[in-house]
Structures are given as C-alpha cells and as structure tokens.
C-alpha cells in the first residue's frame, strides 16, 4: 500500500441507532453490528497493516481500534483532539429540530464559515485547530518518509468530513453532502509542500463530480 492516511469511522452504536447526537466524550459503545463492522475492517486490513494505528479517546473509537489491532498485530493508540464535534446545547437530543441545527451549522462551515458556533458547542475552526496539529505530527512522524504504508485514524462522520476537505478541497458540494456510512473511510495521499489529494471518500474514488449524493446527508451519522 502507497503512503496514505486512512480517516475511518467507527463503527455502529447505541446512539447511532437511536439517531442521538452523542459527541460527549466517552460517549456510546457500539452495537454488535458495529463490533461486526469493525471486526471486518480489521480482517479488510489485516494483509496490509498500517504503520500506526490510531484512535480517538470516544469509546466507539477505542473499541473499533481495539478489533483493528486484533486483526493486524499493530497497537493502537488514543489521542486527544480527535474527538467528534462537540454539539453542546444539543447533546444527546434525537429531535428532528436539533439534527436540522447542527445540519445548518455544519453546511456553513463547508461554504466557509468556520466561526459559526453550534449553541454551547464548538465552531468549526474549534475542530480544525485541535484536529489539524495531530495530523500534521503523524505525517511528520511516519508519512513524510520514503517508506510505503498507511497510517490509520479511527474518529467520527462529522469531524473527518470537516479535516478531509480542509486537506484536500473537494469540488462544488460534494464533501457536505456525501456522508460516511460506518467504518466507511476517507483515504488522503500526501503531497509536496504539505498539500494532500483524496484517493476515496466512502464509496467514491476520483475523479469526484461536484453533484449530490443520493444518501441523504446526515453529518452525525
């Protein structure tokens, strides 16, 4: 495998399933569908095992590293900052009143407005600037080398959508409106001068048409 960051979802939880907006950390386990879908994403790379395998402090995270490292023989790592958005006033809130805000929020951090602010939660340049340092460190630290391989990041739907488009700008509206399904990933090539090119998002690979998914957005998942 070429040198490559792998942004991964977790995989499927309790509060997933109830459509709650679970960010607080530590937050939902995951279902026995969501352990079964991270059991596959370990066996998916268990022949090629990243360089590094890195998680989230979320439990979901640790938990679908936790079969990721079964799998593959490599340890997994928490580290803060990669955490999912934080939703404030909104958390644990399952109405279709508080997913539309949040939508609203996030649509206006991918048309630029990072300072938009959920209500008592973070704003967009709240997540980059926590979230952007420990990327550049794991690039420094194994992606910036003349060896092959993946360095592998279990985070959340929301959190990785925002970076990844940061990394790697994406055409029209495609990066708000094409969601993460469960342990689906998003897989950046690095570049020089720092600059990143996206080789999948969820089920798409290059080139990306800037339409819309025929999924319905949902940043939380």
Known sequence: MSRRLILVRHGETVANVAHRLDTRVPGAPLTELGNRQARDAGERLATAP??????????RARQTAAHIETATGVS????????EVQVGDLEDRSDKDSHETFKQIYHRWHDGDLRARVPGGESGAD???????????????????????AVLVVSHAAAIRLVAAQLAPMPGEFAVNNHLGNTETV????????????????RYTPPFAPDISPVPDNPMG
């Open 50 to 59: 990243p360089f590094a395998l890195i998680s989230s402090v979320a439990l």
């Open 76 to 83: 997994a790592q928490a580290l803060d900052g990669i955490f």
């Open 127 to 149: 997540v980059l600037d926590r979230f952007l340092p420990v990327i550049a460190d794991l690039r420094g630290k194994y992606l910036d080398t003349d060896s092959d391989g």
């Open 187 to 202: 897989e950046l090539i690095p570049g020089p001068d720092g600059r990143w090119t996206c080789v999948r998002w969820g």
